[in-house]
Every structure is written in C-alpha cells, then in structure tokens.
C-alpha cells in the first residue's frame, strides 16, 4: 500500500495539535507522519513572558513532545528547517531532506524590527525558551553589577520595553512583581528602578475596551510603571534608547531594552516564493496555500481574513490550535481518497491578558468584561484547557496552574 508522506514543520501551537489530531485519526497504513522541529520539546509561546522576568521557570514552559506524541506513530526529525522547495515537494534541513505528499508549514513568528537602527544588535526579543532565559539572566546580571561600580549607573536599572500590546503588556505586568525580588536581593531601593513602556500607538492594548485600558494603565502606574504613549522608539545603542513624541526626542539611558512591538511570519515562508506579506500567506478557506493543493500553512505564517471587518485574525494561540484541527480533518480526508474539505470558520472564545501574580483583564464570551481576580481565574482556565486538550489529565496534573495568586 502507498502510504502517503505527510510532514508538518513546526511544534508550535498548530503543529502539535495538528500532529496529535493526526495520530489519533488516520492509521498506520494510511500515512507517514513526520514532525520537524528544532528542539525536542514544544513551548507555550504565551508563557514566555513570565519565563523573560523570571516569575515562572522556563521549564514549567517546555513539554517534552514525546510526552504527548506517540514516536510510534509519528517520526520526530529533531533538525533545522534550511529550506521549502515546494515545486520539488522537498524540505531541506541542515542535516538532510525530507519529501512529501502533503506538507503543513507551522514555523512560527519571528520579530519584526520595521528597520529601527541597532535593535537587531541592542534590544532583546521574546521569541523563545532561550530568548527568554537570557533576558532574566541579562537583567538580573545587572542588577547585580549596580553596587559593585563606583559610579551611578542607571542604565543598568532601567528596563525599557518596546511596545505596548499583549505581550509588551504582560511582560511588563510580571516586571512589576519581579523588580521588587531583585531589588532586595541586589541591595537596590526600589525608586532607583525604572520600568518604562515605549508606545508609538495612541494606547496601550490596541483593541481591547476602553474601561480595560484604563483599569491597565492604573494598575501598572501604581506599581511604578511609566507609560510612552504615541511615541516612537527611533534607536536602541548599546547603553539606551532614542525615542521621539511630537517632534521631541529624548534619550534613555538602558542596557535593559526588550522589543515585543510586532511579529512577522517566518522569512522561510518568502524564501520558498510563496505569495506573502511579511512572511505570512493569504490561504484559502481550507487553509491551503494559493496554487499548491498538498501544502497547508497554520498558525503565524497564515494569513486569514476577517470578512467582516476587512482586517486578518490576529495570529493567536487560540486561531493556530483551531487551524490545526482543521488541517487535521483535511489531511485525513485527502489522504483517504476524499475531496470535500472543510472550511476554517474562526471561533473567537474571548482574550485575557495577564497583568502579573493576581491582576488580569479580558473579554468573554461575547463581550463580558472581566477585571482583576475573576479575570485571573478564567486566564488560568484557557492555560490549563490547553494542556488537557494536547495530553489529557496526565500533562495538565504536571504541567497545569493552579494556584490563582501566582
């Protein structure tokens, strides 16, 4: 029996839900499933910014993907993505190639930097496990340089966060809890340590409610945050920041500078000669890239309209595991001999945003307005629901969150 080659790229959010969909649904003669990708374990994506200011362990973060795929029926290439030759139906990794039959391209995000001078050399981005871990490292080392120098040196305090949007937000939430640990820790009054929050946008969380913002702003204000709405963020250099608001430029002294302004889709996608935007594709209704009826793109590098508003869906956690459902139903039944495939019809439950250890805001079901500790609970919720639905009771009880004030 021809067994048909499918390989997914990617064990984010949309190629793990898609690889373990796969793996309950077709057969061991039915398909070849490979999985790509660079490390062995999977990361939540949305826990990385607790991971950046040290507030949860990087390794609460990882899965071990064989704790929830099963290596019998799926083949984990642990390897590098080098290159998409989709007219050729190869994929070349830096040790080896693979072929398919069907592919699904789940390579992620990477930061997009809109040409800012010295923000690739400079700022740091949470982008992974990693990424993450060396933001922690780098700021607490900071912190503890500070009383061995002999002159004042505030560029070593200061933490300057480019952007103002979920992730920029949440990271800053977790700061605000983190800052007075290391204070103590390192011998530093807390007043020495400043937390700022570079906005070029009129507000902060573009989209969210008006009463949200507010209840944002105010919180994080209290504990110390200082907000830089409408301005723009014009360099980074190695000790500070350059950013400019109605013509007026000023300089921050930092060596603390972490960029989660903006995402792209992964540039892999653009070099392949796929039809994109900022390393994103513009797919049909079921998900497939224009013009290759055996490749299927999910999650960060999916470009999915809104047709109601004219505007995409936002590249969340909850619109990749809700692709790659679809592009396993797809998958099952083109490899089964059938034709009709389903439509992706986007099912937004709501977002909450995380403000650190007991504050949270977000909307749900259908507009509810959520402050504080209820918020908090229901963020806890969505954290958890995943872990059941990747690997059931067993990864929840290990990996789940369950103590609401942290």
Not at 16 to 40: P, R, S, W, Y
Not at 235 to 254: F, M, T, Y
């Amino acid at each position: 029996m021809n067994r048909k080659k499918i390989v997914i790229l990617g064990a984010g959010y949309g190629g793990m839900i898609t690889t373990v969909k796969l793996q309950k649904m077709l057969g061991t003669n039915d398909a070849e499933i490979t999985l790509v990708n660079k490390h062995d374990y999977h990361y939540q994506t949305t826990w990385l910014h607790e991971n950046a200011a040290g507030t949860l362990h990087h390794d609460r973060t990882r899965i071990k993907i064989a704790d929830v795929v099963n290596l019998n029926r799926v083949n984990l290439v642990q390897d590098t993505v080098v290159a998409i030759e989709q007219d050729e139906k190869k994929i070349k990794l830096e040790n080896g190639e693979l072929t398919y039959d069907y592919l699904v391209v789940s390579l992620g995000f990477e930061a997009a930097t809109f040409g800012i001078p010295g923000l690739l050399e400079h700022a740091f981005t949470i982008g992974n496990i990693n990424s993450a871990r060396l933001i922690r490292q780098h700021i607490e080392y900071n912190f503890a340089r500070y009383n061995n120098e002999k002159e004042e040196r505030p560029e070593l305090l200061n933490i300057v966060v480019g952007g103002a949007g979920f992730t920029g937000i949440e990271y800053v939430g977790e700061l605000v809890n983190k800052v007075p640990e290391l204070c103590k820790e390192y011998d530093i009054p807390r007043e020495k340590v400043r937390i700022i929050n570079v906005e070029a946008a009129p507000t902060c969380l573009p989209g969210f409610d008006e009463e949200l913002i507010e209840y944002t702003m105010n919180y994080l204000e209290s504990k110390g945050v200082e907000f830089k709405l409408g301005t723009m963020l014009k360099q980074v250099s190695a000790d500070g920041v350059l950013v400019e608001k109605d013509g007026v430029q000023e300089e921050i002294p930092s060596q603390n500078v972490v960029w989660a302004a903006g995402v792209r889709g992964n540039s892999l996608v653009e070099e392949a000669g796929f039809e994109s935007a900022r390393g994103r594709i513009t797919v049909g209704e079921d998900l497939r890239a224009p013009g290759y009826d055996d490749v299927f793109i999910i999650g960060d590098c999916a470009l999915v309209m809104n047709k109601e508003t004219g505007r995409p869906y936002p590249p969340t956690a909850q619109i990749a595991m809700q692709e790659a459902e679809v592009t396993a139903h797809n998958l099952k039944t083109l490899v089964q001999g059938g034709d009709k495939l389903e439509a992706f019809k986007p099912d937004l439950k709501g977002s909450v945003a995380s403000l650190g250890h007991g504050q949270a805001i977000g909307v749900v079901f259908g507009g509810k307005k959520l402050f504080g500790m209820s918020a908090v609970i229901m963020k806890k919720i969505i954290d958890n629901r995943y872990l059941l639905k990747l690997g059931g009771l067993g990864l929840l009880l290990k990996k789940g969150k369950f103590n609401i004030f942290k």
